[in-house]
T-cell receptor, first 116, second 113 residues
């Protein structure tokens, strides 16, 4: 079946630095990708919707200048956490849609960010 | 979006069937019922989905009430690898391919050896 891959799976960074997380659709073209954030023992919260070749649509309360999303190709979307702080430590998950009516959305393995 | 209600947690013995309930009393006629599960430290994975009729696949069965206001995910023989958080989600069929998913709190299933 279709596969969505995230990289890195784990990252530790110092406060104030920026971190980039990649999300790739490996065997299909993803017209739309979604970025979620999940804190411990909580559910997934949608951060933004990313469409290839256009600006991302951010959910209310998500700072677009802090969480930069780029969807430059049909197989790659990136999330950059800029000037990371300890409160940004979380599990970041992407999902991808091919835009067809198959019923299934595919999720990446997740990327755990720890900001010291 | 129509909301779903699930028990916060459930326990089941290994190799026993598990019935995970979901209430969706405000479901609309075009909403499909989807189930995803999330194993520890992983992204969610698709389990099953349906509209009106009961559905079976290699992972599970989905039983949908006649009035569609509730559904039950059935794991026929639970294994330790089925321990996960199970999410019941409604998706509007008119925008199937691109619609974002709204996750509720889900049911944390614990399997007892």
């Amino acid at each position: 079946g279709a596969v969505v891959s995230q990289h890195p799976s784990r990252v530790i960074c110092k406060s104030g630095t920026s971190v980039k997380i990649e999300c790739r659709s490996l065997d299909f073209q993803a017209t739309t990708m979604f970025w979620y954030r999940q804190f411990p023992k909580q559910s997934l919260m949608l951060m933004a919707t990313s469409n290839e070749g256009s600006k991302a649509t951010y959910e209310q309360g998500v700072e677009k200048d802090k969480f930069l999303i780029n969807h430059a190709s049909l197989t790659l979307s990136t999330l950059t956490v800029t000037s990371a702080h300890p409160e940004d430590s979380s599990f970041y998950i992407c999902s991808a849609s091919s835009g067809t009516n198959t019923g299934e959305l595919f999720f990446g393995e997740g990327s755990r960010l720890t900001v010291l | 979006d129509a909301k779903t209600t699930q028990p916060n947690s459930m326990e089941s013995n290994e190799e026993e069937p598990v019935h995970l309930p979901c209430n969706h009393s405000t479901i609309s006629g075009t909403d499909y019922i989807h189930w995803y599960r999330q194993l520890p430290s992983q992204g969610p994975e698709y389990v099953i989905h349906g509209l009106t009729s009961n559905v079976n696949n290699r992972m599970a069965s989905l039983a949908i009430a006649e009035d569609r206001k509730s559904s039950t995910l059935i794991l026929h023989r639970a294994t330790l690898r089925d321990a996960a958080v199970y999410y019941c989600i409604l998706r509007d069929s008119f925008n199937f391919g691109n619609e974002k998913l709204t996750f509720g709190t889900g049911t944390r299933l614990t399997i007892i050896p």
